[in-house]
């Protein structure tokens, strides 16, 4: 795979079935119009046919009923329709009707059981901000004029959770509550929640009258970590607690007897980290009583549970559970009580990425990607599965690598678990330890474009998943809490010296990069195990705690529960603290509006490195956040990976 393949992945979204209609969105990358194109495609027993024809249209739901699909479009490049708004179209086929023109556009839509009406979220702004015209108090604007981004009215900010990444600020526009008659001639969408707080993922309750959404606890009085689920009259009315977590909820679904499942992580106060995410069910509770006290069907060692909405099915809930690299579709038992994964049936996802699941009866649709492809549809149905896409065929046809599994003992004999990606040729090939962020996530088994890029470009890719990752058990994720930069730097370690043990890789020629958490290890063991490389590339890094507490989205938060509130023992845990012992050539690599790791954490770094007389490099991209290597624009993909080739052939 070469820098320009990507418009070859091809990425299929949730699936929606009802019947014999089974819709998914393809999504591609663009490098001309440098912008992601989809549109929603029919899938069948002789494979896919397109649907719709829009620039991008996702997010399909079919009615209950079967009658109508209502789906996301956005056209064009400015103005609200070019945010996604909600249509409808027939399931027959036909044209699609727009039924929203809200100013930043609307969340995936959920039907209500009637078939007729469908709940979404979708941020308001308050006006005079993202292109809505000011009050014109004091005469400064007239009216229907919105002022430009620059000349926006100051914000007041009283809160450490005030902007998200990816997003921007969040307290101006929050997310609210809609639901609207799709079959009324005209509709002007009103919020059924106000604006104290945002809340997403609705779901109806079996008699159509209510809407589950969660929200922070105590309506978002506070700042807080905790979630709980609220009920909202569909008609309009106060919203109620319903369910009281032990820490978080997200995905509620609410089955025919009135039990809502959701999925959660348990904890108190910011003590987050590396706590596996849960199957949790609770009985919605009679007006006027208590909220409702959840219990946990799974255990919580075990059973990490990835983002995806639990579906009902029979007497069980089909839920995403993450698993030493892979995303499997696991089916849990409705009566469970903390039942281990062991205790549960695999139906998918074995060696593999389930992404999305859908279900209707016993037919259970699913995206699933292989280490050789970005997202393929299978049909489950009668203990088979058949695949019914090839979307990745033209991706495989332009050279797809294998990847190997790797095993390793770190020192204090815990074993390590991960991947080699070898180029094409006999060797002895130059060699990348690539880490992954989070450091609560997991290199996967599935088609990884970086990795793919630098094996077709002639070097040997190391992934691994070192304590710290996800999907190896909950003490396996919580053991860097208060020691990053220990075991998680031990297993990395470990798992490169296994790799040049090999005759095929050049040992003298090793460099080492990463994002995130990436960027801040990649820091640490240039400083630490400076000997082992020949040079490094951090990107998006953290690499000062004591400031990233102050400047980051989640820096109030993530700092204490990983690093601890003792200033003396942030700096001791930050790549910058021990930048005057890095002295192999060095990449900082920052998108301008990075605000998960802001753009200080690289200016710092940068300039520390350059006054200790390191050679290093300043790379910046303009207009991007911290998701750019996933999501930015296609052209500044293309030009990171031209940047990260060019870097490594001068230096390996």
Same mark, same amino acid.
């Given at each position: 795979?070469?820098?320009?393949?990507?418009?070859?992945?091809?990425?299929?979204?949730?699936?929606?079935?009802?019947?014999?209609?089974?819709?998914?969105?393809?999504?591609?990358?663009?490098?001309?119009?440098?912008?992601?194109?989809?549109?929603?495609?029919?899938?069948?027993?002789?494979?896919?046919?397109?649907?719709?024809?829009?620039?991008?249209?996702?997010?399909? #739901?079919?009615?209950?009923?079967?009658?109508?699909?209502?789906?996301?479009?956005?056209?064009?490049?400015?103005?609200?329709?070019?945010?996604?708004?909600?249509?409808?179209?027939?399931?027959?086929?036909?044209?699609?009707?727009?039924?929203?023109?809200?100013?930043?556009?609307?969340?995936?839509?959920?039907?209500?059981?009637?078939?007729?009406?469908?709940?979404?979220?979708?941020?308001?702004?308050?006006?005079?901000?993202?292109?809505?015209?000011?009050?014109?108090?004091?005469? /400064?604007?007239?009216?229907?004029?919105?002022?430009?981004?620059?000349?926006?009215?100051?914000?007041?900010?009283?809160?450490?959770?005030?902007?998200?990444?990816?997003?921007?600020?969040?307290?101006?526009?929050?997310?609210?509550?809609?639901?609207?008659?799709?079959?009324?001639?005209?509709?002007?969408?009103?919020?059924?929640?106000?604006?104290?707080?945002?809340?997403?993922?609705?779901?109806?309750?079996?008699?159509?009258?209510? =809407?589950?959404?969660?929200?922070?606890?105590?309506?978002?009085?506070?700042?807080?970590?905790?979630?709980?689920?609220?009920?909202?009259?569909?008609?309009? !009315?106060?919203?109620?607690?319903?369910?009281?977590?032990? !820490?978080?909820?997200?995905?509620?679904?609410?089955?025919?007897?009135?039990?809502?499942?959701?999925?959660?992580?348990?904890?108190?106060?910011?003590?987050?980290? !590396?706590?596996?995410?849960?199957?949790?069910?609770?009985? @919605?509770?009679?007006?006027?009583?208590?909220? #409702?006290? %959840?219990?946990?069907?799974?255990?919580?060692?075990?059973?990490?549970?990835?983002?995806? /909405?639990?579906?009902?099915?029979?007497?069980?809930?089909?839920?995403?559970?993450?698993?030493?690299?892979?995303?499997?579709?696991?089916?849990?038992?409705?009566?469970?009580?903390?039942?281990?994964?062991? &205790?549960?049936?695999?139906? #998918?996802? &074995?060696?593999?990425?389930?992404? !999305?699941?859908?279900?209707?009866?016993?037919?259970?649709?699913?995206?699933?990607?292989? %280490?050789?492809?970005?997202? /393929?549809?299978? @049909?489950?149905?009668?203990?088979?599965?058949?695949?019914?896409?090839?979307?990745?065929?033209?991706?495989?046809?332009?050279?797809?690598?294998?990847?190997?599994?790797?095993?390793?003992?770190?020192?204090?004999?815990?074993?390590?678990?991960?991947?080699?990606? @070898?180029? /094409?040729?006999?060797?002895?090939?130059?060699?990348?330890?690539?880490?992954?962020?989070?450091?609560?996530?997991?290199?996967?088994?599935?088609?990884?474009?970086?990795?793919?890029?630098?094996?077709?470009?002639?070097?040997?890719?190391?992934?691994?998943?070192?304590?710290?990752?996800?999907?190896?058990?909950?003490?396996?994720?919580?053991?860097?809490?208060?020691?990053?930069?220990?075991?998680?730097?031990?297993? *990395?370690?470990?798992?490169?010296?296994?790799?040049?043990?090999?005759?095929?890789?050049?040992?003298?020629?090793?460099?080492?990069?990463?994002?995130?958490?990436?960027?801040?290890?990649?820091?640490?063991?240039?400083?630490?195990?400076?000997?082992?490389?020949?040079?490094?590339?951090?990107?998006?890094?953290?690499?000062?705690?004591?400031?990233?507490?102050?400047?980051?989205?989640?820096?109030?938060?993530?700092?204490?529960?990983? =690093?601890?509130?003792?200033?003396?023992?942030?700096?001791?845990?930050?790549? *910058?603290?021990?930048?005057?012992?890095?002295?192999?050539?060095?990449?900082?690599?920052?998108?301008?509006?990075?605000?998960?790791?802001?753009?200080?954490?690289?200016?710092?770094?940068?300039?520390? *490195?350059?006054?200790?007389?390191?050679?290093?490099?300043?790379?910046?991209?303009?207009?991007?956040?911290?998701?750019?290597?996933?999501?930015?624009?296609?052209?500044?993909?293309?030009?990171?990976?031209?940047?990260?080739?060019?870097?490594?052939?001068?230096?390996?």
């Amino acid at each position: 795979m070469r820098p320009a393949d990507l418009e070859l992945l091809a990425t299929p979204g949730q699936p929606a079935l009802r019947g014999e209609l089974l819709l998914i969105a393809l999504s591609r990358p663009d490098l001309a119009g440098d912008s992601y194109r989809s549109s929603l495609r029919r899938v069948g027993p002789d494979g896919d046919t397109a649907w719709t024809h829009g620039e991008r249209d996702t997010a399909p #739901a079919i009615s209950p009923d079967g009658r109508w699909v209502a789906f996301l479009r956005a056209e064009g490049t400015s103005g609200p329709l070019a945010r996604p708004q909600l249509h409808v179209m027939p399931a027959s086929g036909g044209d699609s009707r727009r039924l929203t023109e809200l100013p930043l556009g609307v969340d995936p839509p959920v039907w209500a059981p009637d078939s007729r009406r469908v709940a979404f979220t979708a941020r308001l702004p308050e006006p005079g901000r993202y292109g809505v015209p000011a009050d014109g108090e004091d005469g /400064e604007n007239d009216a229907g004029t919105a002022p430009e981004p620059a000349a926006e009215a100051p914000r007041r900010i009283t809160r450490y959770d005030y902007r998200l990444d990816d997003v921007g600020f969040v307290r101006d526009r929050p997310r609210r509550l809609f639901v609207l008659d799709t079959l009324a001639e005209t509709a002007t969408p009103e919020p059924l929640t106000d604006a104290r707080t945002s809340v997403s993922d609705p779901a109806w309750t079996p008699d159509g009258e209510t =809407v589950l959404v969660v929200a922070p606890r105590d309506w978002d009085r506070v700042e807080t970590l905790h979630s709980d689920v609220y009920a909202v009259p569909a008609a309009g !009315g106060h919203p109620v607690e319903v369910v009281r977590t032990r !820490g978080s909820a997200a995905r509620p679904v609410v089955a025919a007897d009135g039990t809502v499942y959701f999925t959660g992580a348990e904890f108190t106060g910011l003590d987050r980290p !590396g706590r596996n995410t849960g199957l949790w069910a609770a009985t @919605l509770p009679g007006p006027g009583s208590a909220p #409702a006290t %959840p219990r946990r069907l799974t255990e919580a060692e075990t059973v990490d549970c990835a983002d995806g /909405e639990p579906v009902l099915t029979g007497d069980a809930v089909l839920v995403l559970v993450r698993h030493r690299g892979a995303v499997e579709l696991r089916s849990v038992p409705r009566d469970a009580d903390r039942s281990p994964l062991a &205790e549960l049936s695999l139906l #998918a996802g &074995e060696r593999a990425v389930v992404r !999305g699941v859908a279900a209707d009866g016993d037919t259970v649709a699913v995206v699933q990607a292989g %280490p050789a492809d970005a997202g /393929e549809v299978l @049909l489950l149905s009668a203990g088979t599965s058949r695949r019914l896409t090839d979307f990745s065929a033209p991706l495989r046809a332009a050279g797809v690598r294998r990847a190997e599994e790797l095993t390793a003992t770190a020192p204090d004999g815990y074993p390590v678990h991960g991947w080699l990606v @070898l180029p /094409e040729g006999a060797g002895p090939h130059p060699v990348l330890l690539v880490i992954h962020g989070g450091p609560f996530a997991q290199y996967e088994w599935s088609l990884f474009d970086e990795a793919q890029v630098y094996a077709s470009a002639g070097y040997a890719v190391v992934l691994g998943n070192p304590r710290g990752s996800a999907g190896y058990g909950e003490a396996h994720g919580r053991a860097v809490v208060g020691a990053f930069g220990t075991v998680d730097a031990d297993d *990395l370690v470990a798992l490169l010296d296994v790799t040049l043990a090999r005759s095929d890789v050049d040992r003298e020629r090793v460099g080492v990069m990463g994002g995130s958490y990436g960027g801040f290890m990649t820091g640490w063991l240039a400083a630490h195990h400076g000997q082992r490389f020949r040079a490094a590339w951090s990107e998006r890094a953290v690499n000062a705690f004591d400031s990233f507490a102050g400047s980051s989205d989640i820096g109030w938060s993530f700092t204490e529960g990983y =690093v601890g509130a003792d200033v003396e023992e942030q700096r001791r845990r930050s790549p *910058l603290t021990h930048a005057d012992r890095i002295d192999i050539p060095f990449a900082v690599v920052h998108s301008e509006q990075d605000w998960r790791c802001p753009l200080e954490q690289a200016q710092r770094m940068f300039v520390a *490195l350059k006054k200790r007389g390191t050679e290093t490099e300043l790379l910046l991209f303009p207009g991007e956040g911290h998701e750019l290597t996933r999501s930015g624009r296609p052209r500044h993909r293309r030009q990171r990976f031209d940047a990260v080739l060019d870097w490594w052939s001068r230096h390996l």
